[in-house]
């Protein structure tokens, strides 16, 4: 299994990106029966949780990012996706996709996300 995530960039402050995530390798019922989430990392921080969907659909956002950031995912196509709206200067990180289930944790690489004021 291999999660390639993609969308990220350099955008000025109030920008938005969208990043995908995609799950190559993994059969449909682990990736519908699997909890996603999206990650991300600072500079001289540690990871934290942006947004995930529990294995139930509920979805959960850090606060920091509420009303600004949607979590999604297409079953279909087994991609996970994170729109990005008023993208501000402390969102520049580097975004990591996961997904889990109680038996196995998949990571992928990341994608860089650069907010200029």
């Known amino acids: 299994v291999q999660l390639q995530a993609s969308g990220g960039g350099s955008v000025r402050t109030g920008g938005s990106l969208k990043l995908s995530c995609a799950a190559s390798?993994?059969?449909?019922?682990?990736?519908?029966?699997?909890?996603k989430a999206w990650y991300r990392q600072a500079p001289g921080k540690q990871r934290e949780l942006v947004a995930d969907?529990?294995?139930?659909?509920?979805?959960n956002y850090q606060d920091s990012v509420k009303g600004r950031f949607t979590i999604s995912r297409d079953n279909a196509k087994k991609k996970v996706y994170l729109q990005m709206n008023s993208l501000q200067p402390e969102d520049t990180a580097r975004y990591y996709c996961?997904?889990?289930?109680?038996?196995?944790?998949?990571w992928g690489e990341g994608t860089q996300v650069t907010v200029s004021s």
């Open positions: 390798g993994m059969i449909w019922s682990s990736f519908t029966g699997s909890r």
């Open positions: 996961n997904i889990q289930s109680e038996s196995w944790d998949y």
């Open positions: 969907i529990t294995v139930d659909g509920n979805i």
